[in-house]
């Protein structure tokens, strides 16, 4: 079993910057592809970027490629998502999530959750 906790979220204008990171906790972290997701107000939870056992692969979702970059650090279990570039349609709480397979795009694919971490841009 994995328990993840996501930090960094925050308020930051248009055109900004946010590091994400979500720690995982249990000794299996690098046997899990990880994935980040987002969920705007009223909108359904949606794909946002993916990253395979090792970190070699990686997978975006088209709205964020070549601003967001998924990243991982299995000795520390942690799992990254740099946001450059930000929108105010970036709005949303970025939730990361654990999975056996790579690369898998549906929330409903993956087993493992954190609770949340709210991003908020002004325009």
């Known amino acids: 079993q994995v328990q993840l906790v996501e930090s960094g979220g925050g308020l930051v204008q248009a055109g900004g910057s946010l590091r994400l990171s979500c720690a995982a906790s249990?000794?299996?972290?690098?046997?899990?592809?990880m994935g980040w997701f987002r969920q705007a107000p009223g909108k359904d939870r949606e794909f946002v970027a993916t990253?395979?056992?090792?970190?070699?692969?990686?997978r975006y979702a088209d709205s964020v490629k070549g601003r967001f970059t998924i990243s991982r650090d299995n000795a520390k279990n942690t799992v990254c998502l740099q946001m450059n570039s930000l929108k105010p349609e970036d709005t949303a709480v970025y939730y990361c999530?654990?999975?056996?397979?790579?690369?898998?795009?549906?929330?409903?694919?993956?087993?493992?959750w954190g609770q949340g971490t709210q991003v908020t841009v002004s325009s």
């Open positions: 990253i395979s056992w090792s970190g070699g692969r990686t």
């Open positions: 249990g000794r299996t972290f690098s046997t899990y592809a």
């Open positions: 999530a654990a999975s056996i397979q790579f690369p898998l795009y549906s929330e409903h694919e993956y087993n493992y």
